[in-house]
């Protein structure tokens, strides 16, 4: 029975370290801010922690890595450090004052005070999940307005730089750059010896980073050593439009590559300067095809741009266009999820931008080499916990992100992993757990030893299907890959409804026999099947399916309820053990409705009394939990207070101001201290909710 008097008392264990934050943060100050964050190799972010401001530290690659970005402003002839934490010998200069922070979906905006002036800075990465070339744009704005805060007109200069650490895992390596001018100004900076699809320190070695901006009036610019740029607009308020030629090592006299604007007087709030950040390499994913052959493929947005100059140069000139459909998504995300909660709208603000900035769309090139356009797949890196490419169980906990945004975009996920088993290099019976071990290469496991997570895995792959063929109406995965689809059911019909010992998603936590909530997905993916085949006609596989499905369900209930039937076990037989039965969101994500109303509303009313302070924990071998399952969970409750219990946990321990990585899904809930995993593209999950509306 539920009992709302436990609710009172888990709420009042939920209160919220106390950061050491002297600005206002809306809707709160998160472990880590997005800064530019547009792919895996794009990810830059402001490690926040209890209460660091924008000038309070280097921004950092999602690993920790330090990326140098450095800002300045001049007032009246006085210099103030508005980004990053450098030091400049010989120069005298003063910190700006963070008055305010605030994030949505797409953007975070900083307000920091230098004086008489206060200047607004507005990082944007978009997010266009139905444009695929700007959603495939490894680019991002970031933009500064300056306004006087005393009545007064002010000389104002702004001054930003970053450096050669964007382009490489190992500061020892050589980089050489080149400044180009004109409308625009783009400085382009590479390693001198590259490496196709090779990694150091989860950085890209190929490709180059390029910082920009319009060369408007009073623009200029500067390449050497970072102290030396620095002092130089630090003393002259502005730049020497001069180029280091003496290609170095990333660490020796760290080049840097820097632009000033010269704002001349301000009083009200100028017009923006805007500038970009960007990576961008070409081939971007090696890929399998048919008989062990490789693929090399492009992001999507060379179909539209010949020349990186004129991508860059179309993204600075839309900004103005772009603000706004990024404030339209952004107003469209919040009211959607305000319908659940405050709470929950913050959650989904700080998760969209790293869900997306795992991900990159793709396109391959004709024989004649133009590009196939009917021919994208997009591709996820699962980044913090092992680099694989298009982990079937790092898209599925992430597949609400896709479903709420354009379903397409998970079509596009999907398609690696059919195209490739359907060529028959893969040998196992059950689906493939990833497209590749080390992203960017997606060249399968021919030799069939990838991480086995055989019910898991088919389990996901037939949900996913479904819901995406739900969501579009589209016939096409379903019509293609039918034979495939059936061979995963025929292996969730052995192996299923009492799981062999194995791992599930959660492999940090151990194999595990006879797991319930593994039963779950397996029975559902087979109930997915009997809708796959009643949509293309199949009845009569339909009609089996579904009845071995609604057979399985009663035996499943006998093995799985503890014996004074107040919940479900983590494991059969077990009846002190119980855990996070998430996988019956599918049940009702598909709306299949497998499980009858009584265990979704038992599973409620245990979860109302088992919430530690910062939530319930994933099962009873450890007392840590996973922020993405407990949103999935909280889809599947039937009652209003516990869902909101869920949510609420997450939103406290998103806002407890003890880590400064990018937002992490394991975590513990006694303390609400991380585990281990960050920036991960499972944080999709959070939009479960969204994705059930």
């Known amino acids: 029975m539920f009992v709302p008097a436990l609710l009172v008392t888990w709420a009042l264990l939920l209160v919220p370290a106390l950061a050491a934050v002297t600005w206002t943060a809306t809707p709160f100050n998160p472990a880590s801010v997005p800064l530019a964050v547009r792919s895996p190799y794009l990810s830059a972010w402001l490690a926040q922690g209890s209460g660091t401001a924008l000038n309070g530290a280097w921004p950092t690659f999602w690993t920790g890595s330090i990326l140098g970005w450095a800002g300045y402003a001049k007032v009246d002839g006085v210099a103030y450090n508005w980004l990053g934490d450098p030091a400049v010998p010989g120069t005298s200069f003063t910190k700006a004052t963070q008055k305010s922070l605030k994030f949505t979906s797409t953007q975070s905006v900083f307000v920091m005070t230098a004086g008489p002036v206060d200047l607004t800075i507005t990082f944007l990465s978009p997010v266009e999940p139905t444009d695929m070339v700007n959603q495939s744009l490894p680019l991002s704005y970031y933009a500064v307005s300056a306004a006087s805060n005393d009545g007064n007109a002010h000389s104002v200069q702004l001054y930003t730089d970053i450096s050669a650490e964007w382009v490489t895992g190992d500061n020892s390596l050589t980089a050489n750059w080149s400044t180009t001018t004109g409308s625009v100004l783009t400085h382009q900076v590479q390693l001198a010896s590259q490496t196709q699809f090779g990694e150091v320190g989860d950085h890209i070695q190929q490709g180059s980073a390029y910082h920009s901006t319009l060369n408007t009036a009073g623009a200029t610019w500067q390449t050497g050593q970072d102290t030396v740029v620095r002092a130089q607009f630090i003393n002259n308020g502005k730049l020497a439009n001069t180029q280091d030629t003496a290609f170095r090592a990333v660490s020796d006299r760290w080049p840097v590559f820097a632009f000033a604007h010269d704002l001349g ?26 008989n062990n052959g490789r693929q090399n493929r492009s992001l999507f947005f060379w179909t539209r741009f010949s020349t990186v100059a004129n991508a860059i140069s179309t993204f600075l000139n839309d900004y103005a266009n772009a603000l706004a459909r990024a404030n339209a998504f952004d107003a469209k995300v919040n009211a959607d999820a305000t319908r659940i909660s405050s709470d929950y709208a913050s959650i989904v603000a700080l998760s969209v931008r790293q869900g997306f900035g795992a991900t990159e769309i793709t396109v ?24 694989n490419v298009n982990t079937v169980d790092v898209i599925f906990p992430a597949w609400p992100l896709f479903l709420y945004t354009n379903p397409t975009l998970g079509k596009q996920l999907l398609l690696p992993l059919f195209e490739y088993q359907a060529t028959g290099q ?19 496991h021919n030799d069939g030893n990838d991480e086995p997570m055989p019910v898991e895995e088919s389990g996901n792959m037939l949900i996913m299907t479904l819901s995406y063929t739900q969501k579009s109406n589209d016939l096409s995965l379903i019509r293609t890959y039918f034979n495939l689809l059936d061979q995963w059911t ?54 089996n399916y579904s009845s071995i499905a609604a057979s399985y369900v009663t035996q499943w209930q006998n093995f799985a309820t503890a014996t004074d039937g107040t919940h479900l076990t983590l494991s059969y037989g077990d009846s002190s053990s119980w855990g996070l039965s998430y996988n019956m969101y599918a049940d009702k994500l598909l709306k299949t409705n497998v499980f009858p109303a009584s265990v979704y509303d038992m599973q409620t009313n245990w979860y109302s009394s088992h919430a530690n302070a910062y939530g319930v924990p994933l099962d009873t071998r450890h ?71």
């Open 265 to 290: 007087s301000v009083n009200g709030a100028t017009a923006p300067v805007v500038f970009s950040v960007g990576h961008i390499r070409d081939p971007a994913i090696q890929y399998i095809v048919a």
């Open 364 to 387: 391959s090139r004709t024989s004649s080499g133009g590009f196939n356009t009917s021919d994208i797949l997009m591709f996820m890196k699962e980044i913090s916990s092992d680099g």
């Open 426 to 444: 893969y040998p196992n019976k059950w689906s493939v757990h990833d497209m590749g071990a080390s992203y960017p290469k997606a060249i399968g």
């Open 490 to 543: 025929q292996f969730l019909i052995t192996d299923s409804l009492i799981p062999a010992n194995q791992i599930s998603t959660d492999d940090f936590a151990g194999s595990l026999a006879n797991q319930t909530n593994l039963a779950i997905k397996g029975i559902v993916g087979i109930k997915a099947m009997a809708e796959i085949a009643a949509l293309v006609g199949d009845t009569a596989r339909s009609s």
């Open 623 to 693: 007392t840590y939990t996973k922020s993405d399952w407990e949103i999935w969970t909280a889809g599947l409750v039937t009652s209003t207070a516990v869902r909101d219990l869920f949510v609420s946990s997450v939103r406290n321990y998103a806002a407890d101001g003890k880590s400064s990585q990018p937002l992490g899904d394991w975590y513990e809930t006694l303390d609400g201290s991380v585990e281990g995993f960050r920036a991960r593209p499972v944080v999709g999950g959070h939009l479960a909710l969204l994705a059930l509306q």
